[in-house]
């Protein structure tokens, strides 16, 4: 006697259409989650680098960088195609277990139900266009803001701040995403747009947003985030009185030479109040 599959064969297609549907409906970050499987883990990174990368977050957030938004990277010590970053949330609350390891098209390894930060893709695409930078931080420290709104070059007024050479580059994301976006960095494209405008500078400015800052180390961008926002406030001020004499490009080259063999002498004084040590 034969079997009719009639029956079984329509609801193995209502099944396919049903799915068909539902993964229609969903974000295309989803399905492509869905289609694309988790990429490879570099393994475990050093425990001194994954130290310094909670140190970083709390001393930003200490240091009045970031507050409860903002964030610090780092490239995985084992393969550079790799990077750490903490998961979602204020920086000052970051410990070891918060930290995640992305590919560079900021895709999450092992997300164990873990959230990952919308503008992700600031880390990635840098890293992509930059081999030498090994740790990037984003802000909207406050007093980089004007900079970034007037259009005003932030230029270093001091030694300490050579690194912002002849001045940073400001970001337009409107020329990258159009007149009505959120101004956030939520994708691939976004990010590589401010990749390509921090270029090989080592901190541009985000119109309407914040800033970066990028580095061959986790405690040399700590450094430059840092005074990037004291430089802000200084030229501000000088600005009042007159037209700052500001680092000539030869200056800014030698000093920042100098400044980059000396920022274990902040980075301990820094980590003490914050890290208790």
């Known amino acids: 006697m034969m079997t009719c599959l009639c029956g079984q064969k329509h609801g193995i297609g209502r099944r396919m259409l049903l799915a068909s549907a539902v993964a229609a409906a969903l974000p295309a970050s989803t399905r492509n989650a ?37 964030h610090i990277s780092v490239r995985h010590d084992k393969d550079p195609s790799r990077y750490l970053l903490s998961r979602s949330m204020a920086p000052a609350l970051v410990t070891a277990d918060d930290i995640m390891e992305y590919d560079l ?12 930060y919308l503008e992700r893709f600031i880390h990635g695409e840098i890293y992509k266009l930059r081999p030498d930078v090994t740790a990037i ?15 005003v070059a932030l230029r270093p007024m001091n030694h300490i701040a050579s690194f912002l050479g002849e001045g940073a580059p400001i970001f337009e994301i409107r ?4 007149p009505a976006s959120d101004m956030l960095i939520r994708n691939a494209a976004l990010g590589h747009a401010l990749a390509l405008t921090l270029g ?3 901190v541009a400015l985000m119109r309407g947003h914040g800033s970066i800052a990028a580095a061959h180390s986790i405690r040399h961008v700590v450094f430059r985030a840092i005074y990037t926002e004291v430089n802000a406030h200084t030229q501000a001020e000088a600005m009042k009185l007159g037209t700052p004499q500001f680092l ?8 920042t030479k100098a400044n980059d063999g000396l920022v274990g002498r902040p980075w301990e004084l820094w980590k003490r109040r914050p890290m208790g040590k």
């Open 34 to 70: 869905w289609a694309q499987p988790a990429p490879a883990s570099a393994g475990p990174a050093d425990p001194a680098l994954i130290e310094d990368l909670v140190a970083g977050n709390h001393i930003l957030y200490d240091q009045g960088v970031v507050d409860g938004f903002g």
């Open 105 to 116: 098209d900021s895709t999450p390894v092992d997300a164990r139900g873990r959230t990952s």
């Open 137 to 151: 931080v984003h802000s909207h420290s406050p007093g980089v803001l004007p900079f970034a709104d007037t259009g």
């Open 175 to 178: 020329d990258a995403a159009g």
């Open 200 to 202: 090989k500078k080592s």
């Open 248 to 255: 000539n490009a030869e200056e800014a080259a030698a000093a």
